[in-house]
């Protein structure tokens, strides 16, 4: 049984990167008056105590979210979001993919989330029930390509992996492929680590040789969040990649620039 929880790691900086683009990319996509789908393939809880023993321990969310909270454009997707999140449920708590997704989507709009572990997967059947998310107990990446085309067809699925799985490296790359070969008009994200180690290093080579449209891949470095932690920086890499987000994680690089 697979161990990662999210909790020990939300909202580092990796979070802000990740939900930043995602916020704008899910803005760009709803504000065009016709229905799309959002898929997510490793969901986690949906909504993380930043205050619970968990997070303290590791104390990411301090090197993420609360340093850099203050430096974020108010009028930002993410920011409001994050605020309406917090009016909810407490200034100490940080909303994973799943619920800043179900705040930027529309009634109309269709949400599959996929969550393997069976104690994260309490979360998302609890946070998302409010917004009549699909909650599925299933491997998310077996899932990317069962439920793809989607209907409706426009839509983003966001790709988001431990990699406590070291074979993720190698299978994502021909997964990304396949999927676009199903879903060739849909907005698909894969996050992943950039790593002292190197290790993400071949998979990265593979996805920009797939060739695929309007791949965007962005990356943005920052210092571990702790001693000894091997995690050095954050990717992103978007097929079919959402007008003007080029331009958005650029104003993030902007934002993040002096910081350390």
């Known amino acids: 049984m697979l161990s990662y929880q999210h909790i ?33 393939t490793h969901a986690g809880r949906g909504l993380y105590d930043l205050t619970s023993p968990e997070a303290l321990k590791t104390g990411e969310a301090a090197e993420g979210v609360l340093r850099l909270g203050d430096r974020l454009d108010a009028a930002h997707p993410y920011t409001r979001v994050l605020a309406r999140i917090r009016a909810l449920h407490g ?4 909303p994973g993919s799943p619920l800043i ?16 572990h069976p104690r994260e997967f309490a979360g998302p059947r609890a946070a998302m029930a409010p917004y009549g998310a ?13 439920l793809t085309p989607p209907d409706p067809r426009r839509g983003l ?7 406590e799985v070291k074979a993720d ?15 060739n008009v849909g907005v698909l994200a894969l996050w992943y680590p950039l790593l002292a180690s190197g290790a993400e ?5 593979a996805l920009d040789a797939l060739g695929l449209p309007k791949a965007l891949r962005h990356e943005l ?18 097929v079919n990649a959402p007008f003007g987000l080029a331009e958005e994680a650029a104003r993030l690089d902007a934002v993040v620039a002096g910081l350390w």
């Open 157 to 163: 699925m966001l790709i988001d992996p431990s990699y």
């Open 201 to 205: 290093r071949g998979m990265v080579a």
């Open 91 to 94: 200034q100490d708590v940080y």
């Open 134 to 146: 699909q909650c599925r107990q299933e491997d998310g990446l077996a899932l990317a390509l069962s």
């Open 169 to 183: 490296y190698a299978a994502l790359p021909p997964l990304l492929r396949k999927v676009h070969a199903k879903w």
């Open 221 to 238: 470095r920052f210092p571990p969040a702790r001693e000894g932690h091997g995690m050095i920086g954050s990717g992103m890499f978007v």
């Open 8 to 40: 020990y790691h939300a909202g580092n900086m990796a979070d802000l990167h990740k939900h930043v683009l995602l916020a704008a990319m899910l803005d760009y996509l709803t504000a065009k008056d016709k229905p799309l789908s959002y898929i997510e």
């Open 101 to 116: 997704a179900a705040e930027l989507l529309r009634a109309g709009d269709r949400m599959t989330l996929a969550e393997l």
